[in-house]
Structures are given as structure tokens and as C-alpha cells.
């Protein structure tokens, strides 16, 4: 059976005093409901997720007491995408014929500072300065660049995209076009990562409402049918964040498993994506996971990027909205926040930053410590 | 605290002997982490009965073929740089435990150090010019202090050093 998103909200990422997790996370998911002409009291079922935001479920409280299964998911970058995949599953599986899934954060500001023991690691890996998933997409694509031919230009190209297309989206957190010159020159963080090629952690809340497809039409015109949903974690021998070593041999990501595994189910092709939200954390990632993604082969994004193909006016325009760079990282709110945009983009209601050619085909994915990737396909 | 003197002794990036010896009581940073004290100090690492793949650090079981039958393996001190990067900021503290401030704080370089049959072993850096390392060139292990402890004494972890053209 398939699985519609009949409602969408979200609120604008960035920083909000004064208001907490909780807060945002309402804001969404009362947009969504509205979104979709429904009520709380509608909803047969919740999924949502945070990781500094506050327990998802306690949303309850104010959105009403009404009993339903609300389930708290947490499952680091890919929380949004795990909670989607988690509604997509109850749908089909006919326990429930319609739900909300909502997802917010509200991290401190800098750098995600993490526990190793939390990771199963070794106390020194951490108090050596070794455990900085900076480090680790720096080191990715410092070793991609070499192995494949891409520029630091590329690098610098895809900043400033992220930037620009953040300034036509005003739920963004970056308001503001950077010039590559400036991107280029900003403060080195990890070479050849400088600032403004990394996103930060920050604030926000995305929420979708999602119904059997056989009923979409109760309840709108244009329903996103989810095409595949699919999470996967490493095999061994993948490149990961936070591994004090790597064996010799070499394996799939779990974004490139989880990309296989997605467009299979969905019976649709890396070739027939019209529009991508795809992670980029840094500047890297979004190159390689192209590649990983199957929607090119390895080495072909540098002609890509030059060629401005993933522009909004491009072949395959790559994250429209702005991506992490421009939005930051509210890690329960991420991966909504990608499909919030698909949605949009397929609905042809994103303004400024709209595909031109009426896109049909959309393709989200998250990617997150320890090694996790989670895809979606969603299509009108 | 360290002091600038004490930091510019400990940080030859491409010289010396393998470990950073001092007058000081020095001891490593974890157990079982690598063999101390020598002079030709090595990484421990395990491996699997099995299927003989190479973990670092050493652990119970293997990763590939999940058996729990391992045994102690010391690793080469010599490989070849596999990728790098530059740490140009300081890390959030817990938990990094340098004990360097941000006005003091000296950028270190990060890699991964492909030890020939065995495994990729993911070190800090002598060197922190990103200019002056590349894929590929060949690296050694040394052991040096990190920071100084409580009691004065030198806490001491690894690293890996470009091995100069002789
Ligand atoms: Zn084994």
C-alpha cells in the first residue's frame, strides 16, 4: 500500500531565545495539521524525534491528550528520517491509516561535543583531540579529492550555493548570498574545510502528515506519495565517522546501502530524480554523497559542479532550500526539513527557489555518526 | 599548564628520536594502548583467529566475522599516510584533555596511516602544515608527552611522524 504526505509544516531554523524545543516542535506540527485541513484529534498515531530538544511525546501536553501510540525516536542525523520511515511502515502495515511525524532540536551552540564512552569508544580517542566528526569529512574528502580530481574550486562552488539558495528560502537560517572569494578565504578548520563550507548545530522543527495513499484525495489535491523509505548502518570496511581505525579493504557506505535499498523498493532510478536534498554537514559530503547516492559516478561531480548542473536551474538542482550549510543542524528536524522542501518543490509551491519543469521525482538523505544513512524517494 | 618552551620541545615535527624522553615521570594515556617503555615502541593492536583481520585498538571480538577468538598483535611502527587533515581550532573540552587555551592553542594535524597487511590506524600528527604532508608519504610512530597531569608528571600518547628522504 502506499503512503501519502498530505500536510507539511515547519518552523524556520536558526536561533529563537526565549523559546524551547518543545516550542518549535508545536509551531510544525500545528502547521502541518493545518497544512493538511486536520486536527490533532484527527491524528491516529505519532512519531517524532529530538536529541537536546525535549521528549517528543510530551507534545501531547499541549497539542491534547487524546491517547493516541506516540513514539520518541532517536536515532542521531537520521532521527526524521528513522520517525518517517517508522510512520511509512505503520501506515502499510494497516495499523493505522493516518499520523504525524514530527521532528525539533535546540542544540548549544558550537561544535557537537560528544561522550565517548556513549560512542563505545576509548576514553584517550576523545581526550586526544581525535573525536571531531569535523575531522572526519575533512579527512573524506581530502582523500576523495585525491583519488578523484576535485578542485577546491568545487569545494567553494558548493558553499556558495547552499548560501544562495538559502537566501531565497525565509525559513533559512542564512539569509545572505557569500561570494566563493569570501567562502575561500574564510578561517581554516580543518583543511581544506574553511568555515563557511561546515554547517553548525542550531535550532528548528519540521513535521509532515501522512496518510494511506487510497485516501489522499479525502483530504488534498496534491498529495507526495513515499516511494521508498530505507536506513542503513556500516558494513565492515566503510569509511566512518569516529573510527580509531579502518580495516584495508573497503565496503559501502550505509548511504550508498541505503540508496540501493530505497530506490528498489521504489521501484524508481537515481536517473529519473528530478530535485535532491542530499546531507552536507560540510561542503565534501554533499560531493561524495552524489556518488554515493548513485545519482553520478565517482569523479563526475567536478564537471558537474562546474557546470552549475546542481543549481535550482540545473539538470539535477541539489539541495534547494539551502541544505545544512545554510539552515544548520537541528538534528531531529533534519531530515523533515529535506523532505518539507521535496514536498514542496513537487507541489511547485517553492517561490523563489522552484525547479522549473514541474519535477515529479524527489530524493532526500541523511547521514550521521556512527554510520548511519537514511534515503527517501517521494514522488506526485 | 604547559608552557611555550615545554610545547616547542615536544613538537619536532620531522626529527628525533621515536619517543620524547624528559626527566619527568611519564606515563602512557591508557593501558594496553601501545608498549611503553622502549625505544621502539609499537601500537597494540588484536587479532582475529579467525579471519586474521587486524583491529586497532585491540578489542574482544572481531568486526568482519564477529568471533571472539583474538589475540594480542603489535603493529608495524611504519606506513603510509592515507588521508589528513588540519585540527585548527581547539576541541570542546570534555572531552579533549589538552590543557592548551585558545590563545595558546597550536593547530595539530590528524591522519589515517595505512600500516601495510595489518590496519589503518587513525593518529594525530607531528606536522600541522597541511602543505608539508600528502597522500601516501611515509609516516613512523613516536610517542611523546601530551600534557602534563596533576602531579606534574607527563602524560604521553602517539603520533605519527613523516619519515624524512635519507
Ligand atoms: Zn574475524
Known sequence: MDVAIIGIGIHPFGRFDGMSGLDLGEVAARRALSDAGLAWSDMEFAFGGSIDGGYADSLVSRLGLTGIPFTNVSNGCATGGSALAMAVNRIQANESDLGLVVGFDKHPRGAFAADPASLGLPQWYGETGMMLTTQFFAMKIQRYMHTYGISESSLTKVAAKAFRNGA?????????????EEIAGSRLLNHPLTQYMLCSPNEGAAAVVLCRADQAARYTQRPVIVNGVALRTRLFGSFEVMAPSLPLEQAASPTAQAATACFEAAGIGPEDVDVAQLQDGEVGA??????????????????????GETEITGRLPINTDGGLIANGEPIGASALRQVHELVLQLRGDAGARQVPGEPRVGYAQVYGAPGTGCCTVLSR | MLTAAYKSATLSPTAGPNVVRSSLKQTPIAEHLFTWPTDQPQLIGSRCSDCGVVTFPSQGSCPKCTSQSVTEALLPRRGTLWTFTTQEFLPKTPPYAGTESA??????????VELPDHVMVESRLTESDPHRLRIGMPMELVIEPFRSDAAGDEVMSFAFRPVEAR
Open chain 2, 103 to 112: 590563545e595558546d592553542f597550536t593547530p595539530y594535524g590528524v591522519g589515517y
Open chain 1, 168 to 180: 531565497m528560502n525565509p525559513n533559512s537560517w542564512r539569509q545572505k548570498p557569500v561570494s566563493e
Open chain 1, 286 to 307: 554533499e560531493i561524495m554523497h552524489m556518488a554515493e547516492n548513485g545519482l553520478c559516478a565517482d569523479g563526475d561531480q567536478e564537471a558537474m559542479i562546474q557546470a
